[in-house]
């Protein structure tokens, strides 16, 4: 049997975890806040093939969420850092 930590969904990019990782510390989030890191197809002519969605659930507070245009896989830190500088989407 797999450890609860090695197990992710088939087809998850295992960059996926450093990125919510960093996004609760730059945050500074509580250990009850979910973070949710997912690519997701973008058919806009002027947008990449994958994009990235990561939202943050607190338990107390209100959802925040924050759209980058590039694979999970490419995301930097300074890109975490700009991103989560800026406003929610729909603030």
């Not at 939202?55 to 980058?68: Q, S």
């Not at 991103?83 to 729909?90: D, F, I, V, Y």
């Amino acid at each position: 049997m797999k450890p609860i930590g090695a197990w992710r969904p088939p087809g998850q990019n295992p960059r996926t975890a450093e990125v919510k990782e960093s996004v609760r510390r730059l945050l500074g989030l509580e250990e009850d806040a979910a973070v949710v890191v997912r690519e997701l197809a973008c058919s806009d002519e002027d947008c990449p093939p994958l994009e990235t969605v990561i939202a943050v659930l607190p338990m107390d507070g209100t959802p925040r969420r924050w759209t980058l245009h590039r694979p999970v896989g490419d995301i930097t830190e300074e890109d975490l850092r700009a991103l989560l500088a800026r406003e929610p989407e729909g603030a």
